[in-house]
């Protein structure tokens, strides 16, 4: 608890460093990675946070100094290269884009390790540290490097928020972007570029491997909450800088732990509680969302069945059995016996002895969705021009969705009428 | 003989890996191959643990089927949860790997194993540890034993489930059709593929992995338009891939899985030029209108 305090206090510069590189770097990758994962090109990432290590390596060579400026412009180059090459070969050969990334990737990748490898190995004292750029290493980003690192960081994020509505354009829509004359391949690149910055900036986070995740997680959680772009982009800026927070706590707290892997961690925790949990677009939501609309269908359909009954008898309120009951509709027992009972409980039908009896309410809303299907089955032969015979089935599924405002449309638009395509009273 | 054992071990992941990179690529799943050569590294670790050896049989199975849980994963997440396919893979893959690390730094003293052995393999050390018997006899290497188990099970794989891998690979309706469980298959081929990269990974790595599991079936893809044809020229592109790339690794002094990966880049690049079928080159001839 004490290092609790002590950390968030940042009284410590060197902690409140630390903060402020990781949550920079997590938040502005994050921003950037929306937009890839709305443009479907989320692993794309990957590829260049592999690809960036040739460049490092080169500019490592060709300079001989470990200038964060000059390792920078190395990365930058190869990371833009590996995305225009992904592009390349997936237009103008029969290569797919999956084979595209994953060869680029691993080729890129493998240049790379050849050239560390081979500098590693040449005995040049100067190259300590250079797989830092393999690994990364949030919690001793200092001095210099945080300086450019924050600084590109900060400069991602302006050019997101200058260029956001453009962006948005080019994610949701891009042939009207087009045609309303944006400059969409130069926006292509602007994204493209974004990418590459927040990738080589991301790396000194949590290292190549999981690059993908700083871009990827905290855009696809996100995006379970809201429909909206500018609230996706603000949520993911937090997801991205509470799990920074988090990743230089932990590495506060145990020095020997890895930073990124815990960044990592925490952000796909959070996203995998979004998919679960999230309202609406989460996993449970949707779950129970569809059982209700199941329950909902079946004890329609069984008050349904009770009022043709009772139309048949020109009596409603009679006791039918379950037999009779499931005879004009085939409905697993276990499941009717189940509705039924919910239905006794809610009040529309009475339990006798020999079986079962709509109440008034019962009458009522079972009726109701009697005139729904057959409104509706009327409405398709009238307007759709579709012959009688095979308006039933989507009738079936309508008549439990149609709100009492489009009833009321219907009825107007069919002039109020009496009898459906089937010559059947409509009650 | 070292020389011997190293190209060896490479042509050995390179004869699984291209194999089944053929399905993977065909069935437009190269990154879920990428994932799961990531994802088995918590499996590894776990396996590690419990039976305190490296190229095992139990750690193989299980380290295998933490690569199986990481495609159902993927699938889940997208099928179920709607999260968008390339997502899905991208979380799984960091997710599981992020797990990984964190296990061997917690149990840094027990594990001798570390990220760059990972990513890119020690595959100069496959001399090294050899197979001795108690009474000094010796075998050979260990890990030319293990991948050459893993890679006759899966050419047996292939052989005896040609008939089915292809189908639900070109035309999953029709296999479903004819009574074939694409699902069955599909997790089939991705426990195989679990199986080679758990096995070749302290070789050669998870890169050279990925390496080989697109690069020779690309570049044979670009080659032929015959599937039995793609098989076999996509093995041969890897073997050569792993002579040529150890003498460059050689000859540079540096790490001979990077060479490898750098040479089946090469090859495709040579395929995507000049390859007589869909080459750049003869394509733009085949354009022009006679």
């Known amino acids: ?427 | 003989m070292n020389a011997f054992w190293i190209i060896l071990t490479g042509s050995l992941v390179a004869t699984c890996c291209s194999l089944l990179g053929c399905y993977l690529i065909l069935r437009r799943m190269a990154m879920v191959g990428d994932a799961i050569s990531h994802a088995v590294l918590p499996g590894i670790v776990i396996a590690f643990l419990f039976t305190g050896s490296r190229d095992s049989i139990p750690m193989i199975i299980g380290a295998g089927l933490l690569g199986v849980l990481t495609t159902f994963l993927i699938e889940f997440f997208h099928r179920y949860a709607r999260v968008q396919a390339d997502a899905s893979i991208g979380i799984t893959f960091t997710w599981l790997f992020a797990i990984g690390i964190i296990l061997i730094s917690v149990f840094a003293g027990q594990v001798d194993l570390d990220q760059d052995c990972v990513l890119y393999g020690e595959i100069a050390y496959v001399p090294l540890d050899l197979w001795l018997t108690d009474s000094g006899l010796s075998f050979g290497p260990r890990t030319i034993w293990t991948l050459g188990f893993v890679t006759l099970l899966i050419i047996g794989f292939i052989l005896v489930g040609y008939k089915e891998l292809f189908l639900t690979a070109f035309d999953p309706g029709y296999a479903a059709v004819i009574g074939i469980s694409t699902t069955l298959w599909y997790y089939l081929l991705m426990t195989a593929v679990s199986l080679t990269t758990v096995a070749s990974f302290e070789s050669v790595g998870a890169i050279l992995v990925v390496a080989f599991l697109v690069g020779p079936p690309a570049t044979a893809y670009l080659l032929t338009d015959n599937f039995k044809t793609m098989l076999v020229l996509s093995v041969a592109i890897g073997v050569v891939a792993a002579i040529v790339g150890y003498y460059l690794a050689y000859w540079l002094d540096g790490s001979i899985a990077g060479a490898i990966a750098t040479i089946t880049g090469l090859q495709f690049g040579l395929a995507f030029l000049f390859s007589p079928l869909h080459g750049l080159l003869f394509k733009n001839k085949k354009a022009i209108p006679v």
């Open chain 1, 1 to 427: 608890m004490s290092e609790f305090i002590e950390f968030f206090s940042f009284g410590d510069a060197n902690i409140r460093y630390v903060t402020i590189g990781s949550v920079l770097l997590a938040s502005s990758s994050a921003v950037v990675g929306c937009f890839t994962l709305l443009r479907k090109r989320a692993l794309v990432g990957d590829a260049v946070a592999h690809a960036v290590l040739p460049g490092v390596c080169l500019a490592f060579i060709l300079s001989g100094t470990k200038n964060p400026f000059i390792l920078l412009l190395g990365a930058f180059v190869t990371g833009w290269l590996s995305l225009i090459l992904i592009d390349y070969i997936t237009s103008r050969s029969r290569i797919k884009e999956d084979t595209a990334i994953g060869l680029v990737l691993s080729v890129f990748f493998g240049i790379g390790i050849l050239l560390l490898t081979s500098i590693q190995h040449s005995g040049n004292a100067a190259q300590s540290g250079l797989d830092k750029f393999l690994f990364g290493k949030a919690a001793s980003l200092v001095g210099e490097d945080l300086v450019v690192f924050s600084a590109v960081a900060i400069l991602l994020l302006i050019t997101t928020i200058l260029f956001y509505k453009e962006l948005k354009l080019l994610c949701f829509d891009e042939t009207f972007a087009k045609s309303i004359g944006f400059p969409v391949r130069s926006l292509e690149l602007l994204l493209t570029t974004l990418t590459v910055f927040a990738v080589v900036v991301g790396i000194q986070a949590v290292g190549v491997v999981l690059m993908a995740a700083m871009l990827i997680t905290p855009a696809a959680a996100a995006r379970f909450w809201t429909e909206r772009l500018g609230v996706m982009l603000l949520l993911a800026a937090i997801i991205g800088a509470f799990s920074g927070i988090t990743g230089a706590f932990v590495s506060y707290t145990a020095p020997a732990m890895p930073t990124g892997p815990w960044i990592v961690l925490i952000v796909s925790m959070i996203a995998i509680l979004s998919f679960a949990f999230a309202p609406k677009r989460g996993w449970v939501a949707r779950m129970l969302r569809r059982r209700h609309n199941k329950t909902q269908i079946l004890e329609e359909n069984l008050l349904k069945l009770l009022y043709q009954l009772g139309e048949q008898h020109e009596d409603y309120f009679s006791n039918r059995t379950l037999d009779t009951i499931l005879s004009r509709r085939n409905i697993p027992k276990r499941e009717a016996l189940a509705g039924l009972a919910k239905l006794k409980r809610q009040g529309y039908i009475k339990r006798h002895a020999e079986g079962w009896a709509l109440t008034q309410e019962g009458e009522t809303r079972g009726k109701r969705v009697v005139r729904l299907h057959r409104l509706w089955e009327l409405y398709l032969t009238q307007y759709l021009q579709l012959a009688s015979d095979h308006v039933h089935e989507d009738a079936e599924t309508i008549e439990h969705i149609i709100t009492p405002e489009l009833e009321q449309k219907l009825m107007e638009e069919l002039n109020y009428p009496a009898l459906d395509p089937h010559q059947t009273k409509i009650p």
